[in-house]
């Protein structure tokens, strides 16, 4: 599988628009209104603080304290790039609080303090202490991370926490649980060896020793071997895992050593030193963007190694997304003072014991196979979407049981209810088709070369490792429009196909010639179609399988490219083709259709657009709830318009269909739990999240409304009911949203593979 790259081109372009950086703020209150202003800020204001000035703790319940995380760095140890200073760490910490709101719901504002003394770090965090429920930490080198935390920890009544240093040994920790288990070795017996003596290394080794790790078992390592007591220039962090021991190198250190625990550097570890472990060696090389050692270079040599890295192109990932997301949720919310190890053990026994657990079936369709407690699969993948409600609730109860816990919570089974309610689905859903994608390598025809948006969309999913990426345009074109915009050296990791010189022409003309000879086309016209009309074209590279899927339309409108692709494949209204819009928006996604092709559907054709569209529905991992949406509810009021809406369901009945559906209904009736009570009947057994609209006319409105006046997300339509996977943009598709279309493609391809 091949494995993505991400150019500096990319990365720039993906910080710089549509807007700079990657997050904004968005008022959780109406101000629409003179009360509205009124009650936000002056006079009603003065309130709650009047209130909070009584009682302090009332800013939990009145602010967003309860709910803000400060992501705090210094830039001193940026990645692995080393001190680029405070300002250019700036992306970074705007990544932590995306991935803090992405994964826990957490709002998090960065600060970029641009100060390497000690002291002036540390009262600057300190003053700004009341504005925010927690601290998170973040690359900020060593020692003087150590002296940073340790202060300001003692100086806040707030958690504080150095994701460097303890996420990575959390999720370490969790994982090494999982593979004492498997290998029927016990933490306590084990020879544990780590190399890398840093801020995430010293945090590793300090937190197993707390779950029982023996100390003389534990062989620390540097870059100048072993830590040894008597060594010079030893700080007192390294010099308190020191060890009264023979063994001066790393090599020597592994012999016969049951673990091995890297956050160093690339090739640190060889096959030699692997060779020499214990039996069933546990080998956790986590130095990024390359491991210590690899996994195939580890296996080679020990096919009993259990292996992990920190790369998400190998299996068992000790990723830091597992915890700190998590940590801060459950903080948070029992308003602790701290983070303490006892809730990080809580963190790490609860992802432990989610390994253990079945798989559900939404993380099986994210990563594209089904995934088994085992040698392979140790710790939870970060888009499991039982981690917010699973780890949380483990770190609120040993808050409680620490006494750190302002506020316990006392029933953690609503609470974990609570949680379950806060993620945004969609993302998941996402992730989940380009997984798909990823494990189909499809190859993908752009048809329209000539568009900048094209080119960034097929560059991207042949960086992405989504497959083989086929862009149709003259070669010299090709290159100048990827030059002009930054991605001269994309040309290679693409492939260009020119009409002109391509050696299938004719057979392509035979094919189309064949169809087209009885509707007014004759041989010229074919010709000249096959060869000037892009659409056309890709078209038939399609239908003779010269490429797995077909994305076009974003340079002319959806109903001439349906008319040329119909001159091809059969994709009209007969035909069975149904167009599906999924709609994302706060955390919903509804499917609208048909939007492109059933001009004015008849009941039997509803029915169809019903089957298509659920189909479509589970290509996203989505169980339909189908709704056939009118201006009446149930026969009321009674219209001839409405009629055809009230008879489809009946034909569904007839067919004997696999799916919820119901109808006619209004859309607050489909959507609104509320509004759907009052009719107790309904088969659906939650909201709709498949709409069938009357006429293509009202979908297509519906779709752009949404899309215009809330910014919504819009993928398609997707074509659906057609013999080969194509999908069609629109002509304002930005890049990403033509790559969505042709993940989408790629994974319908990945559905007819199964």
């Not at 096959?530 to 890709?538: I, P, S, V």
């Amino acid at each position: 599988m091949a494995r993505a790259r991400v150019s500096e081109e990319e990365a720039l372009a993906f910080h710089r628009g549509p807007r700079p950086g990657k997050w904004e703020v968005v008022p959780s209150k109406p101000v629409a209104t003179q009360r509205d202003l009124s009650l936000a800020y002056s006079p009603g204001v003065a309130f709650p603080c009047l209130a909070i000035a009584g009682d302090p703790g009332l800013a939990y319940d009145l602010t967003n304290k309860a709910n803000l995380v400060a992501v705090v760095s210094n830039g001193t140890a940026v990645l692995g790039l080393g001190n680029l200073g405070a300002l250019a760490s700036k992306p970074v910490m705007e990544g932590k609080s995306v991935l803090f709101k992405r994964f826990a719901d957490i709002d998090s504002i960065d600060l970029e303090v641009a100060t390497e003394d000690v002291d002036e770090f540390c009262r600057a965090v300190r003053l700004l202490g009341p504005s925010f429920g927690g601290i998170n930490l973040e690359d900020i080198k060593a020692p003087e991370c150590f002296v940073i935390e340790a202060r300001l920890k003692d100086e806040m009544d707030i958690p504080v926490f150095h994701d460097d240093q303890h996420g990575t040994a959390v999720i370490c920790a969790a994982g090494l649980m999982n593979a004492m288990d498997l290998t029927g070795k016990r933490i306590a017996e084990a020879r544990i060896v780590l190399n890398g003596a840093g801020a995430a290394g010293i945090a590793c080794i300090e937190l197993l020793k707390a779950m029982g790790a023996r100390p003389e078992n534990c062989v620390v390592c540097d870059t100048k071997g072993v830590l040894w007591r008597g060594r010079e220039g030893l700080n007192q962090w390294k010099a308190a895992h020191a060890l009264d021991t023979p063994l001066r190198t790393l090599e020597e250190a592994m012999r016969g050593a049951d673990v091995f625990l890297g956050v160093s550097a690339k090739g640190a570890v060889t096959q030699d030193m692997v060779r020499g472990m214990a039996r069933d060696p546990v080998i956790f090389a986590m130095a990024n963007p390359d491991p210590e050692i690899t996994p195939e270079e580890a296996r080679a040599v020990r096919p009993d190694a259990i292996v992990a890295t920190g790369r998400s192109d190998y299996p068992n990932q000790v990723n830091n997304v597992l915890g700190f997301p998590y940590l801060f949720r459950g903080a948070l919310d029992a308003r602790a003072r701290a983070i303490n190890d006892a809730m990080k053990l809580a963190c790490a026994q609860a992802l432990a014991a989610l390994a253990r657990e079945e798989v559900p079936d939404e993380v099986a369709v994210a990563y594209g196979r089904r995934l088994q407690f085992g040698r392979d699969y140790i710790i939870p993948t970060p888009f499991d979407p039982r981690l917010i409600h699973r780890v949380p609730p483990a770190v609120a109860e040993a808050a409680a049981r620490t006494g750190v816990a302002r506020r316990p919570i006392p029933d953690m089974e609503a609470y974990a209810a609570t949680l379950k309610g806060r993620m945004d689905p969609t993302a998941a859903v996402l992730s989940g088709l380009h997984a798909r994608a990823r494990k189909a390598q499809a190859t993908v025809i752009f048809a329209e070369g000539d568009d900048p948006r094209v080119l960034r969309a097929a560059v991207s999913y042949a960086r992405g490792g989504l497959g083989r990426a086929i862009v149709v345009g003259r070669e010299a074109d090709v290159a100048d429009k990827l030059a002009a915009d930054g991605l001269a050296d994309a040309q290679a990791e693409i492939e260009v196909v020119n009409a002109a010189v391509t050696p299938h022409l004719d057979a392509y003309k035979r094919l189309l010639y064949a169809r087209l000879q009885r509707r007014g086309f004759d041989a010229g016209d074919v010709a000249r179609l096959a060869n000037r009309d892009r659409h056309a074209f890709a078209a038939l590279m399609l239908a003779h399988g010269h490429g797995d899927a077909l994305v076009t339309g974003a340079t002319r409108k959806g109903a001439h490219v349906m008319d040329t692709l119909g001159h091809v494949f059969d994709i009209g209204p007969a035909d069975g083709a149904v167009g599906v819009t999924a709609v994302l928006l706060r955390g919903r996604i509804v499917f609208v259709a048909d939007t492109l092709v059933q001009e004015w559907p008849e009941e039997r054709d509803l029915a169809l657009i019903a089957r298509r569209a659920a189909q479509v529905a589970r290509d996203f991992g989505l169980a339909p709830r189908v709704a056939f949406l009118s201006f009446s509810t149930f026969g009321h009021p009674d219209s001839e318009r409405a009629r055809k809406m009230h008879g489809a369901p009946r034909v569904l009945d007839a067919e004997g269909a696999d799916f919820e559906y119901e109808g006619e209904m209004t859309v607050d009736v489909a959507l609104n739990p509320q509004a759907m009570a009052a009719y107790p009947f309904s088969r659906l057994t939650g909201p709709a999240n498949v709409l069938v609209m009357p006429a293509r006319h009202s979908a297509s409105i519906g779709v752009k409304l949404l899309q215009e006046m809330a910014g919504a997300t819009v993928i398609g339509p997707i074509l659906a009911g057609a013999a080969r996977p194509i999908q069609l943009c629109s002509t304002v598709s930005t890049a990403n949203d033509i790559l969505n279309m042709a993940v989408m493609a790629a994974a319908q391809v990945e559905r007819r593979l199964v």
